[in-house]
């Protein structure tokens, strides 16, 4: 186990994401939860992240002393090698010049922290970001790397095992970061490489085989990645015991509900139930167009019918749900920073308190690209393993302005071409999520020898890491030209495509 203290950074993550890659499995903690999770688990090592904070400030977070007496290699970056420095005796005050961005350094060849590093200066550059700086190191300690600010760029006490990098190891712009971060893991703290998607399958296996015996399992499916391979892992460990229901809302891509169906047959053993609720929708979306409004009024209703459904299921003790990890630490303020609610989440997360039922969570420890693996070591087929993100409320949220029969099938038809075109292309793996939305305004075109006044269809595909931060794909011109004749050709109701270019932030993946 190695802990990762959250401190605030935006890149948090991408540390516990660079451990699970290595083979290592991590977990993200708060300040004040280290001390009572190390006495709980214990830990191999601990990072502390980077964050917005200045040590000179009370309020700031900070360590639990006893954790330095209990002889646990720990790594600081950034603000967790300040307040590292600063907590043990050194000195940390705001530098005169700043550093953010591409920054190269000379780093010691005697520290173990940067052995088999790439050789050339290219492999030496750094990502930093950072306006407070160390200018006074604690006892035992000495400076392993060097930059033109600062001549604390890392800094080590080899007999503690303590390390601290000023810069960020954890991004992509550190080309040698990953090799920094394995040497923490391997060489100092003397860690394993155990954490793999073949032993998390076999250990959760067993603990719901242990956990539910004999009593039913009902779980949502809704076709995405994380319902999918929930439902796989539960109906691997207790095949019939588990009740699949899928609420057609009428609100899916175009042929999911048989696509879910005909998958489902194939490759699992447990029973499906399918509840056609189309028109229920469609009819309680009338005149709503608020966006938050329609995301209430899906959700409300989706966990109505699912309630009604389930209750006919006897003997029933859990819930299943695809919860992630990122889900859990979004849900946890880790550096007690305020959050403010973009939009809300359509999700069966409000099912449990309703139903009295216990929760089933698989996927709890695990980040996307590892439910990912986990499904292709499960054998599921790649087209749903592999699928771009889909939110919950469906094209609800993606038919801006009223919800109609009409409109929805006009959004399926174009959505369809959309991705089949980008998948034509040898484009969709390298998209982190692509789909079209149809906007309430309409325009003059011209079909032939006469006027046309319809609707407007604007396509969005960005490339993320994480879904955190986005950026618009840069499609070819040909390419944008192509999937708009077809789109205008084939879909009656379409008349001028149109496609997004802003990026994640300032607007969201989604339009509403």
Not at 21 to 39: M, N, P, Q
Not at 63 to 87: E, H, S
Not at 193 to 222: A, F, P
Not at 467 to 480: Q, S, V
Request: charged share 25%; net charge positive.
């Amino acid at each position: 186990m190695i802990f990762i203290v959250d401190f605030g950074s935006q890149v948090t993550q991408l540390i516990a994401r660079r451990v699970r890659e290595a083979g290592v499995y991590c977990e993200i903690v708060s300040s004040k939860s280290l001390y009572k999770h190390i006495r709980k688990t214990g830990c191999s090592g601990i990072v502390f992240s980077g964050g917005p904070a200045s040590v000179h400030k009370s309020n700031t977070p900070k360590i639990d002393k006893r954790i330095f007496n209990l002889n646990i290699p720990i790594l600081g970056i950034c603000y967790g090698m300040q307040l590292l420095c600063y907590q043990l005796g050194g000195k940390v005050r705001i530098s005169k010049k700043r550093e953010f961005g591409k920054t190269l350094i000379k780093p010691s060849k005697k520290s173990v922290l940067f052995s088999g590093f790439r050789k050339g200066i290219s492999s030496n550059y750094v990502w930093m970001s950072h306006g407070d700086k160390v200018i006074s190191l604690p006892s035992d300690f000495k400076s392993i790397a060097s930059s033109s600010n600062t001549k604390f760029a890392a800094v080590e006490n080899k007999k503690k095992s303590y390390y601290g990098l000023q810069f960020h190891p954890e991004v992509v712009h550190t080309p040698n970061g990953h090799k920094i971060i394995e040497n923490f893991i391997f060489k100092i703290c003397k860690v394993k490489r155990n954490w793999s998607m073949k032993n998390h399958l076999r250990n959760q296996i067993t603990e719901i085989k242990h956990s539910v015996h004999k009593d039913q399992v009902i779980c949502g499916l809704s076709g995405g990645v994380d319902s999918t391979v929930t439902a796989a892992i539960i109906s691997k460990a207790i095949n019939n015991q588990l009740t699949c229901i899928y609420v057609d809302t009428g609100l899916m891509r175009l042929n999911e509900t048989k696509e879910v169906v005909k998958m489902f047959k194939k490759h699992f053993k447990s029973r499906l139930i399918v509840k056609d609720s189309k028109k229920t929708f469609i009819k309680a979306l009338k005149g709503a167009i608020d966006p938050e409004k329609k995301r209430k009024i899906i959700g409300n209703l989706f966990i109505k019918i699912f309630n009604q459904e389930a209750n006919k299921i006897k003997r029933a003790k859990y819930l299943a749900q695809g919860t992630i990890y990122p889900d859990v630490i979004e849900s946890q303020s880790f550096h007690g920073g305020p959050t403010s609610v973009i939009k809300s989440h359509h999700n069966v997360g409000g099912l449990p308190k309703r139903m009295k039922l216990k929760l089933v969570e698989p996927l709890r420890e695990l980040f996307k690209d590892e439910v990912r693996k986990l499904g292709l070591e499960m054998r599921l087929p790649k087209k749903f393993i592999n699928r771009h993100p889909f939110p919950g409320p469906g094209l609800g949220i993606r038919i801006l302005g009223e919800v109609t029969a009409d409109r929805v099938k006009i959004l399926q038809e174009a959505d369809n071409i959309y991705i089949e075109e980008i998948k034509g292309a040898g484009l969709y793996d390298k998209i982190w999520q692509a789909f079209a939305v149809l906007i309430p305004i309409k325009t003059v075109g011209v079909m032939g020898d006469h006027r046309s006044y319809e609707q407007v269809c604007g396509l969005r595909a960005v490339t993320s890491v994480d879904g955190m931060t986005a950026d618009f794909y840069p499609f070819k011109a040909e390419f944008l030209s192509k999937v708009s004749t077809r789109i205008i050709n084939e879909v009656k109701g379409i008349n001028r495509v149109v496609y997004d270019t802003t990026s994640k932030p300032p607007g969201t993946i989604e339009w509403e």
